[in-house]
């Protein structure tokens, strides 16, 4: 049975920072392809950032330059780092995870996922 537990979230104010932490357990980590997703009120989901493997990052044009996924296989645990928040950043975050060196940018493509984070960012 797969497990996800989400930290981080909070409220800041805009041009801040915070950093969300999501701990797996139950998949090969190493083997695993991980994202954030995130999803506004009254909006659709949508992916920030994804990690296929330890090497490559992809992220969606509100992050690129602001957010950073990383991961650290020896504590099952991936991050994003989001810096100079700004207030249409506040949202509910997700961390996802698929055992799959893939790609993977679709909410259907993730089977496994965190509880949710909420982040808030005031102006």
């Known amino acids: 049975q797969v497990t996800m537990w989400e930290s981080g979230g909070g409220s800041v104010q805009s041009g801040g920072s915070l950093r969300l932490s999501c701990v797996v357990s139950?998949?090969?980590?190493?083997?695993?392809?991980l994202a954030w997703f995130r999803q506004a009120p009254r909006e659709q989901i949508l992916v920030a950032a994804i990690s296929p493997d330890g090497a490559s990052t992809s992220y969606a044009d509100f992050a690129q330059g602001r957010f950073t996924i990383s991961r650290d296989n020896a504590k099952n645990t991936h991050y994003l780092q989001m810096n100079s928040l700004k207030p249409e950043d506040t949202a509910i975050y997700y961390c996802?995870?698929?055992?799959?060196?893939?790609?993977?940018?679709?909410?259907?493509?993730?089977?496994?996922w965190g509880h949710g984070a909420q982040v808030a960012v005031s102006s």
């Open positions: 996802a995870a698929e055992p799959a060196v893939r790609v993977l940018t679709r909410q259907s493509e993730y089977r496994n």
């Open positions: 139950g998949l090969n980590f190493k083997w695993a392809s």
